[in-house]
Structure formats: structure tokens, C-alpha cells
């Protein structure tokens, strides 16, 4: 009820990030569990839901929302700071006058906007739903997947035994003969009628 399909515009893409790596791949053995070199490793996939105008975002957009911990952007001074450098060193690499100097200083500003004009198409936006969906996909996503595969069930199969373990604190195994002996067929199931 929540999603609207006027969400995404035709010039958009509905995009899973999937982090977590660290360098290792594949991080899942067949029945959706962690492999031990992942589990050396400490890694634990997490999930980002957004939006972007291409179907791949760029890296750096990329790196920016996967990135758990980072530096505070750089201020105004800095910014200055640094431009001001590069049109040192562009003035000494080309033993240019004042005058040009001063004209060169103002040319990384324009670059930059028009640079960011164009690389706009690799950009990644959150929306209202994001944070929900990303909450869901790391608690429950991996764990539905692990189910369909062990106990050959359907997506609202495998949702619906993970409800039940959850609800009833039993084991996966438990529940699932439970269930089948009382003749219940899972919503999904190969078995079911």
C-alpha cells in the first residue's frame, strides 16, 4: 500500500546496493549461509535501496552511501585553499604571469559545475522508502533465501515459515514438519495443492 508506482519516473531506476565484500567473493556458499572465509573476514552484507537516472550508479556516489564511517567534508576555506594550490601549480608548471593566474584560478569553478552537471546520471537518491526496505533486506532477505533453499519453498513460503519461527521460537526444522503434518501446505511450496 505503501509504494506508488508514480514513485519512478521512466528517466529512473529502482537500484540494490549490496556492500559488505571486503574484498571477497562469492561471500555465500550454496544454501545461503556465510563461508568460512567470510566468516574469518567478518563480513556481513548489508543493503542499500535508492534511486538513480542510469541503471549502474557511479562509484563515487557508490562509495558514498555504502561508506559506514567517514571524514566531515571539507569547508568553504578548504575548498579555497585547495584551488588556490592547483592554480600554483598549474602557474609554475606553465611559468605563467599574475594575470593569467588570477584567470586559471577562476577556471576550476566553472569546470566543476559543469562537471557536475553532466556526471549527474550516476547519482543515487534515497527515498521516502528506503530506509524501511534496507531495514528489511539486512534482518530478513539472506535468512527467506537460506529457507527457500534448504526446505524448496517459494518466496511466500519461505516469508511465511520465517514468520512462524520468529512467532514461535521453535527451529526451522521444527516448524516446517509441524506445519506439514497438520497437512498445511506452504503458500509457495512445491508441494502444495
Request: no cysteine; charged share 30%.
Amino acid at each position: 500500500m505503501a509504494w506508488d508506482r508514480r514513485l519512478l519516473a521512466r528517466s529512473q531506476h529502482l537500484t540494490l546496493l549490496i556492500a559488505g565484500f571486503h574484498g571477497l567473493y562469492p561471500v555465500l556458499e550454496s544454501d545461503a549461509s556465510y563461508s568460512s572465509a567470510a566468516q574469518r573476514l567478518g563480513v556481513t552484507l548489508t543493503f542499500k535501496v535508492g534511486l538513480s537516472k542510469s541503471y549502474k550508479p557511479g562509484n563515487e556516489h557508490v562509495q558514498e552511501v555504502v561508506r559506514k564511517h567517514g571524514l566531515i567534508l571539507q569547508d568553504a576555506e578548504d575548498e579555497l585553499r585547495i584551488q588556490a594550490e592547483i592554480a600554483a601549480q598549474r602557474a609554475k608548471m606553465y611559468d605563467w604571469d599574475a594575470e593569467n593566474d588570477e584567470d586559471e584560478q577562476m577556471q576550476p569553478e566553472v569546470a566543476a559545475e559543469e562537471e557536475s552537471e553532466v556526471d549527474d546520471s550516476g547519482h543515487f537518491d534515497r527515498f521516502s522508502l528506503s530506509s524501511s526496505l534496507e531495514s528489511l533486506m539486512d534482518q530478513s532477505f539472506l535468512k527467506i533465501v537460506k529457507l527457500r533453499r534448504k526446505f524448496t519453498l517459494g518466496w511466500a513460503g519461505a516469508e511465511f515459515l520465517d514468520a512462524e519461527v520468529e512467532k514461535s521460537q521453535w527451529k526451522e526444522e521444527d516448524v516446517f514438519a509441524a506445519k506439514k503434518k497438520v497437512r498445511f501446505s506452504f503458500p509457495g511450496s512445491r508441494d502444495s495443492l
